[in-house]
Nanobody, 123 residues
């Protein structure tokens, strides 16, 4: 079992930055693929970034070069650094965990979710 708790969301102007954190409980955290998803009103949940157990990273085309995912296994925490934010980045952001070496992009393949943190980017 893994429990996830996100923090770091908020409101920022376009071009600004935010850093999201996701604290995980559970002794096997290091064996999980971790990912950040987002969901805007009326849209499907999409994976914006993922990091596997070997610290390989994956990004959606819409955020590549602006967002960076990292993990600190000693602190059981995964981070999402978001730079050059755009109004279209506005969404609820969720941390998710999947007990697999394969870091899927499909939400239904992740068994553990945080409660979400809101990110709002104004123009």
């Amino acid at each position: 079992q893994v429990q996830l708790a996100e923090s770091g969301g908020g409101s920022v102007q376009a071009g600004g930055s935010l850093r999201l954190s996701c604290a995980a409980s559970g002794n096997t955290y290091s064996a999980y693929c971790m990912a950040w998803f987002r969901q805007a009103p009326g849209k499907e949940r999409e994976r914006v970034a993922g990091i596997n157990t070997g610290s390989s990273t994956y990004y959606a085309d819409s955020v590549r070069g602006r967002f960076s995912i990292s993990r600190d296994n000693a602190k059981n925490t995964v981070y999402l650094q978001m730079n050059s934010l755009k109004p279209e980045d506005t969404a609820m952001y969720y941390c998710a965990a999947r007990q697999s070496v394969y870091c899927s992009s499909r939400p239904n393949e992740f068994g553990y979710w945080g409660q979400g943190t809101q990110v709002t980017v104004s123009s």
